[in-house]
T-cell receptor
Framework: DGGITQSPKYLFRKEGQNVTLSCEQN?????MYWYRQDPGQGLRLIYY???????QKGDIAEGYSVSREKKESFPLTVTSAQKNPTAFYLC????????????FGPGTRLTVL | GQQLNQSPQSMFIQEGEDVSMNCTSS?????WLWYKQDPGEGPVLLIA?????ELTSNGRLTAQFGITRKDSFLNISASIPSDVGIYFC???????????FGTGTRLKVLA
């Protein structure tokens, strides 16, 4: 089955700890994205990556870091510098061609206690 | 960051009624995407549009890419209870991988 997987579905961490969210895709997509969604809100872009070993900051990158060592993987680290990390995190990917569309994973709900 | 203006913010409708929602942007887009999100899940792609004036259907859903390339519309005909959810539009301009998302339309269907 082709698709995007995110793990875990629910994650709890203590304040001050870094945490890494996993995102894997087997769609052979070039680009990958991380979004944050707060209750009742839309999606805000954290980071995105067009190709391996390259990524750009989105609108709310402060307190987050990413890496793109492999085409199929784009992990997101929520650092202790992120002031309000509790949120729903969504990973997505897309192909860069005429029929570009962006597909989402199932999301990870992070709760910082 | 920039966001699209999506309206209405929420809708309460009776089962069987038709629904219309739209998104407008100050920028010209090359691609418009429409998604549906259920609570606690990732958005699911409903319809993708690539050309000004394009009209595309997916079952009871129909979406259009506005002629000005700054707007898009989504219609749902004969709504059913499982249409409940949040509908998002998203657009992309030429030369960028970055998508801009609308604020969402929350749809509730009364049986």
């Amino acid at each position: 089955d082709g698709g995007i997987t995110q793990s875990p579905k629910y994650l709890f961490r203590k304040e001050g700890q870094n945490v890494t969210l996993s995102c894997e895709q087997n769609l052979n997509h070039d680009a990958m994205y991380w979004y944050r969604q707060d209750p009742g809100q839309g999606l805000r872009l954290i980071y995105y990556s067009q190709i391996v070993n390259d990524f750009q900051k989105g609108d709310i990158a402060e307190g987050y870091s990413v890496s793109r060592e492999k085409k199929e993987s784009f992990p997101l680290t929520v650092t202790s510098a992120q002031k309000n990390p509790t949120a729903f995190y969504l990973c997505a990917s897309s192909m860069w061609d005429r029929s570009d569309t962006q597909y989402f994973g199932p999301g990870t709900r992070l709760t910082v206690l | 960051g920039q966001q699209l203006n999506q309206s209405p913010q929420s809708m309460f409708i009776q089962e069987g009624e038709d629904v219309s929602m739209n998104c407008t942007s100050s920028s010209i887009f090359n691609t418009w995407l429409w998604y549906k999100q259920d609570p606690g899940e990732g958005p699911v792609l409903l319809i993708a549009l690539y050309k000004a004036g394009e009209l595309t259907s997916n079952g009871r859903l129909t979406a259009q890419f506005g002629i000005t390339r700054k707007d898009s519309f989504l219609n749902i005909s004969a709504s059913i209870p499982s249409d409940v959810g949040i509908y998002f539009c998203a657009g992309r301009t030429s030369g960028t991988y970055k998508y801009i998302f609308g604020t969402g339309t929350r749809l509730k269907v009364l049986a």
